[in-house]
């Protein structure tokens, strides 16, 4: 790059800024600026609302999550408890035979 344009962008940025700075104080730049702050604080809000929004939704779902793996314990509990039952019920026979063997020879 030259000296040239070098001072020719300086030059450039001077210019571009005080123009800038003259319209910045003006009442139609100063109206937009309100109106793009209005803006962003609306889109804040409403941000803000669906997430609170999805939130209520998410714990509902959540409790309702809660409620359906009760259920599923309490009805695998119940499924453990009966095959429990029946395994304890088909060897009580040979368990009795073993039990009343060993009072035999303990009784010899």
Do not use: W
């Not at 809000?45 to 929004?53: A, M, R, S, Y």
């Amino acid at each position: 790059m030259s000296v040239k344009s070098n001072i020719l962008k300086i030059g450039g940025g001077i210019l571009v800024g005080a123009f800038g700075g003259k319209f910045l104080k003006t009442k139609a730049a100063k109206s937009a600026g309100v109106h793009i702050i209005a803006g962003a604080k609306i889109a804040g809000n409403t941000i803000k609302d669906g997430f609170e929004k999805c939130q209520a939704s998410c714990s509902n779902a959540a409790a309702e999550a809660d409620v359906i793996k009760e259920k599923h314990f309490t009805k695998k509990d119940e499924n453990y408890r009966e095959k429990i039952k029946a395994e304890y019920e088909a060897i009580k026979p040979a368990y009795e035979k073993i039990v009343e063997e060993e009072n035999q020879n303990a009784d010899a």
